[in-house]
């Protein structure tokens, strides 16, 4: 090969390092924020069944009011 081939795969090979790189850290993000909102909506299904009294006093007991 010659030397300017070399370098352009060399230059791609890095490029898609950082992009893989990225892609990897957004994976991270977002399941981090996924299981924040699997959370909330267990916690919003709770309310809605056993219903909003329920609800307030179990939400009393947590924060010690």
Do not use: W
């Not at 010659?2 to 850290?25: F, G, L, P, Q, W």
């Not at 981090?32 to 307030?56: N, S, W």
């Amino acid at each position: 090969m010659s030397e300017d081939t070399t370098t352009k795969i060399a230059v791609h090979e890095a490029v898609c390092a950082e992009r893989y790189a990225a892609i990897e850290k957004s994976f991270t993000d977002g399941d981090k924020r996924m299981t924040r909102i699997e959370y909330l909506l267990y916690t919003v299904i709770v309310c809605v069944l056993f219903g909003p009294g329920v609800a307030g006093e179990l939400l009393k007991k947590v924060l010690g009011l």
